[in-house]
Every structure is written in C-alpha cells, then in structure tokens.
C-alpha cells in the first residue's frame, strides 16, 4: 500500500512538474515569443526609369546582387527609339502626378531639372558638400533648383 501511495505521489507530482512546465513555456512564449522569431524585412524594390541601356544593366545586375533580400532595382526603360525627348517627359509627369509607386528614380535632360523639381525630395541630406565638390562645377550646379539639391548629373555632354 505504501509502495502504491509512493508511487502514484511521484506520478501526480511528475504529472503536475510536466503540466506546470508546459504552462510556464506557453506563457513565456506568449508574451516575448516574438522575440524568438527572426523576422526577414521584405525586399525594398527601387523603379528606375530611363532609356536603359547595356552599361546601366550591368550596373544594375551587380547593385541587385550585392543587396540581395534587401534592395533591388527594377528597371523600366523608356528606349530613345520608342519615345521622343518630350514623350518622355509627358509620360513621367504624368505618373508623377499621379503618385506613382512604380518611379523612385529618373532620368531626365538637365534642361528640365526645374520642371520635374516639385516631383523630387531635395537631396542635399543624402549628399553633403564634400561630395558634391568631386562633380564638375557646372555639372552639378544644374542639378540645383530653388538653392536646394533636386538632382544629381549623370550624363554630361560637353
């Protein structure tokens, strides 16, 4: 009878260590499960909208591998076989204008700098002076509207 009581009071408390276990765990992991969870940020995806060609593909092609799972570049090419200087112009102002989710960044003739200025963030925070000063002079300072930085000079014909 002894051996019977001794027995089922290990049961019981076994039983009652498990279930006092299981509970602790649930309620741990309830209330800071999540920080057991690696959460993956999704993959910011950047529109590039120009007349794409071989050499930006390249470039593009490296960008996208160097920031797999975290930034890639989405080409759109608006071909200069396709559309005219001023169809490309047209055409981004009205997705512009629209919000458009599917243009982050653009190219544009420096002649419409002034034009597409309202579209842009200034980028004078994300570029301080000191890097400014390694672009020619008069490349840079067409990319100025307003005393703000509105563009950054990609091409220049001289």
């Known amino acids: 009878m ?7 009071s290990k ?3 076994t039983l009652l260590a498990i279930i006092g276990f299981a509970l602790i765990t649930f309620i741990f992991i309830s209330v800071i499960g999540d920080g057991f969870i690696i959460k993956e940020e999704p993959e910011t995806k950047i529109y590039f909208v120009d007349n794409i060609s071989d050499g930006h593909k390249i470039v593009i ?6 920031y797999a799972g975290k930034i890639k570049v989405a080409p759109i090419d608006l071909p200069f076989e396709k559309f005219s200087t001023n169809e490309r112009k047209e055409l981004l102002i009205r997705y512009l204008r629209g919000k458009s989710d599917r243009i982050d960044i653009f190219s544009v003739d420096q002649i419409w700098t002034q034009r597409f200025a ?3 963030e200034p980028l004078g925070s994300y570029f301080p002076v000191n890097k400014r000063e390694q672009y020619l002079e008069a490349a840079i300072e067409s990319c100025y509207y ?3 930085l509105v563009a950054l000079p990609l091409y220049f014909d001289i």
């Open 2 to 8: 002894k051996l019977v009581k001794k027995t089922l």
């Open 11 to 13: 049961f019981y408390f």
């Open 61 to 66: 092609e490296k960008f996208n591998k160097k």
């Open 118 to 120: 309202k579209f842009v």
């Open 146 to 148: 307003g005393n703000k």
